[in-house]
């Protein structure tokens, strides 16, 4: 460090230190480096030197023995240092201190006047907002990942870098972003890169956990209950001094989490409330000289006008920065730090599903992924409890069961709108609660309705919000229809109900079922319905379910009224079921058995895998219009065709193994449905084919074999669908079964 840096910065830390001014002067015709007057009879005079020899010391000792007595005659009492930049011998310090001069080098003189090393060693030992493992609450150890955020007034990408420059720079910066989408973890990584530097700009980052700081009404209340938290209290005065001087960069986590003290069904109030809750932060944010970061949900505010007003900042003087919602995949292969993990195309790219997956054996979960028809809704089970856990960690008195039981009465609500995903008023919100615990929010649950996951902004300036997540959405109202399934609740009021599930909340409704190993609940739930109110859109719901399920035979029940957006009834073997003055997305047919089923006075948008109304006249009614039909290669399509019975067989197992939905196929699925052309003897020869010639694999599960398609084979049996088996070397070519395939 050249001399004129280390007396810059000796002096400044002095100025600190002492709150004066500390100035080069001379005193009775000897100059000194830095001298500071705490009062008009107590001195500080500093020497800086970057020499850390005896022989210099006694230099620096013959200059303050020249002004001792000169100083004493006028009653001045004075205080001796030696700062050098380099390391000090104990002979240096026993010198120095037998002739009452306290010897420093620069790092212990840093520390004398602020031992901010001590904070960053606590700090860091603290938990990062929820930057942490919600079960265990240490801090998060997985490597950070340079995701990319964007400015909102350029559009442009930032790194992190770009907004650690941008600090050091004294600009500030507001960053917004969903859950789960790596707020905390930034200010974690920002603190660990700006205070590893503040010795060379003398600039002392706070990084300020909000959620830890419900209730303070002021501006320094939050400085001191932040020191006393980490166990630092007598840091806290410290860094008020320092505040002053601009050398202190703020890093706030959650403007979101700062808690509502009372609550109301007024929006112009409610607003009022905030700008209360973030009175303390505009207040620490009033002087200009520090800069900042401070983060928070985007949809916290109904405009970022409002964010601004409550904040005390002006537009120009800050730069909004947005969170992407999802990793890139090459960010979120980089987060496992290897390029050969497959993860299925169904799993969200959200930082907190990477965080998730981190805390698994991911091998484990990728080989499960592929087998299991089941895995997508498995995985949505962990990450809807993580989404409670996460919620609830704001603060102790939060139950996650209750969060997560208020989004599913949120969903329920938004049924009712004209868009399946809201708006959802602050009445809709403290109705939910009230709901679910029989009681008004107090002041413990203010925070959890105000920034609860999943919801987003409806319009600027609206209080209202709206669900920003299909994925999330239809998960939700898929454990809500569950949770209604298994208590037996038939008196649910669905008549202002306009939003039907969907396949994904289908998929998890019937699979949360499963899991209590009572299949039979969909089926009473229905028919018990049914027979109290045939119409409505849940009983619609209901049988999505039912049929998502591996159900066969009696329905028994007739229902109208209802809006379906997919009926799978490919394979199916259904009796008994009425379906009247409906409308239906889709419906998806091939190789069903129906006896004493019906379709009457309804509107289906698509037919797929018929080419016409004939060919499902047995059971649509003339009374149903079809936009139109779609026949596909599936089961129905090559049953019909002119194919010898065993290329009927290869060409269906191939269409179910390789081009249906699912990971795998059960056995007993897998040959359901083959009509007049089942041979048990020709399915299993090609079953074995396929396993011997590494195109299937089979495993044991917990309801018997299960068989699993080799993916990249796919391209191989796309190639003997398209030939239908035309002509004899499609079926030896492609899978070279002279023997085996000899039936064909």
Known sequence: MHWKTLEEKVRALASLKWGRPATAAMINNVHFDCVLEVTEKHHIIIEVSKSNTIGKLREDLAKFSSIDNYLWHKRIFCEYFFVSDNGLSDEFRGTAKGNNVTAYTLTEFETFVLDYNKYVHFRKGKGFGSAVD??????????????????????????????????????????????????????????????????????YPIAVDLRSCWGVKRGLELVRRHFDDLGLSDMADSIIRVMPTGNVTWLFDGFDELGLQAWSNDPRKMQELR??????????????????????????????????????????????????EEFSQAEFQQYFKTENLAFPDWLPKRPLVAY?????????????????????????????????????????????????????????????????????TVENI????????????????????????????????????????????????????????????????????????????????????????????????LRSRSKLNDSGILNGDVLSILLNSDHSGSVNCSISNTHILNIDLSEKNLRSLHIEQSLIDNIYVGGEDLIDFSISES??????????????????????????????????????????????????????????????????????????????????????????????????????????????????????????????????????????????
């Not at 972003?177 to 530097?197: A, N, P, V």
């Not at 620490?284 to 405009?303: A, E, M, P, Q």
């Open 356 to 424: 998730m997956l981190g805390r698994l054996d991911k091998n484990s979960f990728i080989t499960h992924a592929d087998r299991d028809s089941d895995s997508e809704f498995q995985f949505w089970g962990l990450f809807f409890a993580m989404l409670g856990q996460r919620e609830s960690g704001i603060n102790n008195s939060l139950d996650s069961q209750v969060i997560l039981s208020v989004l599913k009465r949120l969903a329920r609500t938004c049924r009712e709108k004209n868009m399946p995903n809201g708006p959802i």
């Open 603 to 744: 509107h289906v948008t698509k037919i797929i895998g018929a080419g016409s109304r004939a060919q499902v006249s047995g059971w649509l009614r003339d009374s149903t219009s079809v936009d139109g039909f779609d026949e596909i290669s599936n089961s129905s399509s090559i049953l019909s065709s002119s194919l010898t019975n065993a290329q009927k067989i290869l060409l269906i197992l191939i269409q179910r193994l390789f081009f249906q939905p699912g990971a795998g196929r059960k056995e007993r699925s897998l040959f359901r449905g083959l009509g007049e052309v089942k041979d048990s003897r020709i399915s299993r020869d090609l079953i074995r084919y396929m396993i011997s010639q590494n195109l299937l694999s089979e495993y044991q599960g917990d309801e018997g074999t299960i068989y699993l398609p080799n993916r990249k084979e796919s391209n191989r049996m796309q190639a003997i669908k398209d030939s239908q088996l035309s002509s004899d070397a499609v079926s030896y070519t492609h899978l070279r079964a002279h023997e085996t395939l000899r039936y064909l």
């Open 430 to 525: 403290s109705e939910s609660f009230k709901s679910v615990t029989n009681m008004a929010p107090d002041a413990s649950s203010l925070q959890m309705l105000q920034r609860l996951p999943c919801l987003g902004r409806f319009e600027s300036g609206s209080e209202n919000r709206v669900f920003v997540d299909e994925y999330v959405l239809d998960g939700i109202r898929g454990e809500d229809v569950a949770d209604i399934i298994t208590s037996g609740q038939l008196d649910i009021d669905d008549r202002g109900w306009k939003h039907p599930i969907n396949s994904f909340g289908a998929g998890v409704a019937s699979h949360n079922i499963e899991k209590l190993q009572s299949k039979n609940l969909t089926l009473q739930y």
């Open 275 to 324: 700008k209360e809750a973030l009175l303390p932060i505009k207040e620490l944010l009033k002087s200009k000289k520090n800069s900042f970061l401070i983060t928070g949900r985007s949809y916290y505010f109904n405009s970022d006008s409002e964010m601004l007003d409550c904040l005390g900042i002006r537009e120009a003087d800050v730069t909004v920065i947005n969170c992407k």
């Open 134 to 203: 919600p079960h265990t609450g240490e801090p998060d150890t997985k490597d950070y990942i340079k995701v990319r955020y964007q400015n909102t007034r350029t559009n442009k990408d930032v790194s992190i870098d770009d907004i650690a420059n941008m600090l050091k720079q004294g600009r500030s910066i507001i960053l917004t972003g969903d859950y789960g989408t790596g707020k905390s973890r930034l200010i974690k990584e920002l603190f660990e890169l700006s205070s590893s530097s503040f010795v060379d700009n003398l600039n």
